[in-house]
C-alpha cells in the first residue's frame, strides 16, 4: 500500500529555516517532490528529484531556488525538503508526492504530474 507521510511543518518568522520530511512506504520511487497549495491559489510544484542508478537530478520552481534543497535517503526511503530564507509568500500546505513508473530524460520535473500525494504539513510564515 502507498503510503506518504509529511513532518516538521510550522510557523517561522520571514529569514528563518523549516525542514520538511517525508517517510515513503510501499514501493521506491524514481521521483518523487514536494508541492504547495496557499489558500486561493493553484497548486504549483517547488522541487522535485530523481533517482537514477547513483545520479540524482534536482529540480526547483524559480521561486525557491536559492533558498531550498530537496534530498532523499533511499535506503529508509525518506524525502526532505530544506527550506531556508523563507517568504511570507511560502506560506502554504506542502505535500509530498512521487510518479508511478520509470524515469525517462525530461522527466521528473516541477510541473509534471503526480500520481501519490501525502496528506500535507503547514508551513507558515509571518513578516
Known amino acids: 500500500q502507498v503510503q506518504l507521510v509529511e513532518s516538521g511543518g510550522g510557523s517561522v518568522q520571514a529569514g528563518g529555516s523549516l525542514k520538511l520530511s517525508c517517510a515513503a512506504s510501499?514501493?521506491?520511487?524514481?521521483?518523487m517532490g514536494w508541492l504547495r497549495q496557499a489558500p486561493g491559489k493553484e497548486r504549483e510544484g517547488v522541487a522535485t528529484?530523481?533517482?537514477?542508478?547513483?545520479?540524482?537530478?534536482?529540480r526547483y520552481a524559480e521561486s525557491v531556488k536559492g533558498r531550498f534543497t530537496i534530498s532523499r535517503d533511499n535506503a529508509n526511503n525518506t524525502l526532505t525538503l530544506q527550506m531556508n530564507s523563507l517568504e511570507p509568500e511560502d506560506t502554504a500546505m506542502y505535500y509530498c508526492?512521487?510518479?508511478?513508473?520509470?524515469?525517462?530524460?525530461?522527466?521528473?520535473?516541477?510541473?509534471?504530474?503526480?500520481?501519490?500525494w501525502g496528506q500535507g504539513t503547514q508551513v507558515t510564515v509571518s513578516s
Open positions: 508526492a512521487a510518479v508511478r513508473g520509470s524515469w525517462y530524460p525530461g522527466s521528473c520535473g516541477v510541473t509534471d504530474d503526480f500520481h501519490y
Open positions: 510501499g514501493y521506491t520511487y524514481s521521483c
Open positions: 528529484i530523481a533517482t537514477v542508478g547513483t545520479i540524482r537530478y534536482e
